[in-house]
Each structure stands twice: as C-alpha cells, then as structure tokens.
C-alpha cells in the first residue's frame, strides 16, 4: 500500500465516522450548538487516529519479524529450524496429544536444517512411542546420531543396536541392511558388509546413480574379498549330510541342496542338483557351485543350508515335497545335517 492510498483510506475512514455528527449538526444545529471549531477539532482527530493506524500497519508491513517467504529464500535452513522449534515446543506442552507422525516430522525438519542432533532426539522419541518397530525410524535415528558429529561408544551402541532392532522387524529392509553394512565396514568385516549391501543393490532402491555406483563398490570389494580368500580355502566346501524317510523315489526325481543368507529368498547363493538321490546322501557344496558372483561360502558369518527332494525333478517347490534347513556359521563349522520332512 503506497502512502498516498494510506492518507486518502484514514480521509475516507475519519469522513465515514463524522459523518453522524454532521447530519446531527445540520438537524439539530440548535439544539447541539456545537461550533466550527469544535467540529475541526474532532475531524483533526479522527483523521489523527486514522493515520496512526495506518503507520502501525505499514510498520507492520516492513518490519514484521516473521515473514515465512521472505526468509525461506534468504535462509531455507534456518526458516526450517525456525518452524521445527516451533513444533517442537506445542509438543512438548502438550506431550500427550503429540503422536508418532508429528515427532517423525519433526525428526525431518531437524534434519532438514541441519541439526541432527535434535533430529535424532525426535527420531528417539518417535521410536519409544512405536515400541521400536519402526524399521524406517528405527534407521533414521541411527543415521542421525552417525551424521551429529563425532560419534562416543555410547552413540555407537544405539547405533548398533537400532540396527539389531531394524534387522529383527525387517529382515530384508534395504535401509537395515544400508546400516548394517556401514557398521560393518566400520568394523573391518568387509565380506560381511558385502553380503548387507548385495541386498540393498538387490532391492533396486538407490537413485540409478546411485545404484550404479554401488554396483561399481561391490565388485571392487569382491575382488579385494577373492584375493584374501587363504590358499587352504580354495578347495574348502560346506559338508551337507541329507537323511529322510526310506522310500523308493520314482525316475526323474532329484535332490536340491543350496546356500542362502538368512531371511534371503529369491536365487540362493549356491546349488546342487543330484539326480536319482538314494538317502541318506552325502553333498558337497563348493565355491564352485555359486550361482552368482561374491565372496567365499565359507567367509559368511552365519549360512542358511536347505535340502529339497522333488519327486518330479522339477526345479519349482511342491506341495508335496520333503525339504528342510539348518543354519550354520562356516568359521565355526562348514557342515550340515538336515533330515527331509514334509
């Protein structure tokens, strides 16, 4: 509003509001017998209160101390923090009407504006509030107490620990398995860390650059992995012992064996197919026997090893098929013993 529109709006106001006392002036101009000067008088402060509204607005208008769009393009990161305090204080004045999706929220403007540290205080409660199963929020925290700073043992053991919770909820959570395998190369246990990153390229979640990227990691660790893989492991293999009920299998009926990570469905790391099988048998499954590429059987910390009889050979499961699985950890020992179960 220019100042000139501001004049002729307190003119027009000061006018509408004397307007009552001058028709009562000009009818009953005996009766009120108010003079010239009184009716000056009034007029000059009408048009006075008026014109102080209007320099009250227009100062308003300038040097208001909040103005959302203004600020946002100056300093987006701090009109966030801004709004996320903002937030924070109603919740916690009122604690109890506060629920998961706020502090969530609240979690996200933090993080937007850079503080991660509150961002991670919001994430906690969010978290206690769901009981810890949250696998995304669970995640979330533990990322932003790694990106608050520099990260003491007791922040690391949350970290851990959110990763625990996330992995339990969700075993195949590609931001889990994105945590799990940060910590693990943090630790130094890089064929560990392939296996949770092979998950994470698995679930084709990354931007394409990203995913492109880290399909490039994965070979360079695979190779590093195959080039430490020791000499008395090459020809090492997982010693599986099958047992089942006695029956005779009719022709075309074949025994699979395979390897796979916990929680993992899809292609199994390796496979064996026997042909004709008579159980009990005795199966050996190599580095060899791999279907895709990756690091030695015998570098998993903890294995999944199945057995399935298909009466038709077929590599498809039946209904009516005998299977079973154990699992096993390969450092500790690389054998198995199932026995075939409907």
Same mark, same amino acid.
């Given at each position: 509003?220019?100042?000139?529109?501001?004049?002729?709006?307190?003119?027009?106001?000061?006018?509408?509001?004397?307007?009552?006392?001058?028709?009562?002036?000009?009818?009953?101009?005996?009766?009120?017998?108010?003079?010239?000067?009184?009716?000056?008088?009034?007029?000059?402060?009408?048009?006075?209160?008026?014109?102080?509204?209007?320099?009250?607005?227009?100062?308003?208008?300038?040097?208001?101390?909040?103005?959302?769009?203004?600020?946002?393009?100056?300093?987006?990161?701090?009109?966030?923090?801004?709004?996320?305090?903002?937030?924070?204080?109603?919740?916690?004045?009122?604690?109890?009407?506060?629920?998961?999706?706020?502090?969530?929220?609240?979690?996200?403007?933090?993080?937007?504006?850079?503080?991660?540290?509150?961002?991670?205080?919001?994430?906690?409660?969010?978290?206690?509030?769901?009981?810890?199963?949250?696998?995304?929020?669970?995640?979330?925290?533990?990322?932003?107490?790694?990106?608050?700073?520099?990260?003491?043992?007791?922040?690391?053991?949350?970290?851990?620990?959110?990763?625990?919770?996330?992995?339990?909820?969700? #075993?195949?959570?590609?931001?889990?398995?994105?945590?799990?395998?940060?910590?693990?190369?943090?630790?130094?246990?890089?064929?560990?860390?392939?296996?949770?990153?092979?998950?994470?390229?698995?679930?084709?979640?990354?931007?394409?650059?990203?995913?492109?990227?880290?399909?490039?990691?994965?070979?360079?660790?695979?190779?590093?992995?195959?080039?430490?893989? #020791?000499?008395?492991?090459?020809?090492?293999?997982?010693?599986?012992?099958?047992?089942?009920?006695?029956?005779?299998?009719?022709?075309?009926?074949?025994?699979?064996?395979?390897?796979?990570?916990?929680?993992?469905?899809?292609?199994?790391?390796?496979?064996?197919?026997?042909?004709?099988?008579?159980?009990?048998?005795?199966?050996?499954?190599?580095?060899?026997?791999?279907?895709?590429?990756?690091?030695?059987?015998?570098?998993?910390?903890?294995?999944?090893?199945?057995?399935?009889?298909?009466?038709?050979?077929?590599?498809?499961?039946?209904?009516?098929?005998?299977?079973?699985?154990?699992?096993?950890?390969?450092?500790?020992?690389?054998?198995?013993?199932?026995?075939?179960?409907?």
């Amino acid at each position: 509003m220019t100042g000139t529109n501001a004049v002729l709006l307190a003119l027009l106001v000061a006018a509408i509001a004397c307007l009552p006392l001058a028709v009562a002036y000009l009818r009953h101009r005996a009766a009120l017998r108010m003079s010239l000067p009184r009716l000056v008088l009034a007029l000059s402060v009408l048009f006075a209160i008026g014109l102080l509204s209007w320099m009250q607005y227009q100062w308003r208008e300038d040097e208001r101390t909040v103005n959302p769009l203004a600020e946002h393009a100056q300093n987006p990161a701090k009109a966030v923090g801004d709004l996320a305090e903002s937030l924070e204080y109603r919740l916690e004045r009122q604690p109890e009407q506060a629920t998961v999706e706020q502090w969530a929220l609240l979690a996200r403007s933090f993080e937007a504006s850079r503080n991660h540290v509150r961002a991670a205080g919001a994430y906690a409660q969010a978290n206690e509030m769901t009981g810890f199963r949250n696998p995304d929020l669970l995640v979330a925290e533990a990322q932003a107490r790694l990106r608050a700073g520099p990260v003491s043992p007791e922040t690391m053991m949350v970290v851990r620990e959110r990763a625990r919770q996330a992995m339990e909820v969700a #075993p195949m959570h590609p931001g889990a398995h994105y945590l799990a395998g940060d910590l693990a190369l943090r630790d130094g246990a890089l064929a560990e860390a392939v296996a949770h990153f092979e998950v994470v390229y698995a679930a084709e979640v990354l931007a394409p650059s990203a995913q492109s990227a880290l399909q490039q990691r994965l070979q360079e660790w695979r190779a590093e992995i195959d080039g430490h893989v #020791p000499a008395d492991l090459t020809d090492a293999a997982i010693a599986v012992q099958v047992d089942g009920p006695e029956s005779q299998w009719p022709e075309g009926a074949a025994l699979f064996v395979y390897a796979r990570r916990p929680g993992e469905t899809g292609m199994p790391l390796a496979a064996k197919r026997i042909a004709s099988p008579r159980l009990p048998a005795s199966v050996r499954l190599q580095d060899s026997d791999r279907l895709r590429e990756g690091p030695s059987l015998l570098s998993y910390d903890v294995l999944e090893i199945g057995a399935r009889l298909s009466a038709s050979g077929a590599v498809a499961a039946a209904s009516d098929d005998l299977s079973a699985v154990v699992r096993i950890e390969p450092p500790r020992g690389a054998s198995a013993t199932l026995r075939l179960r409907h």
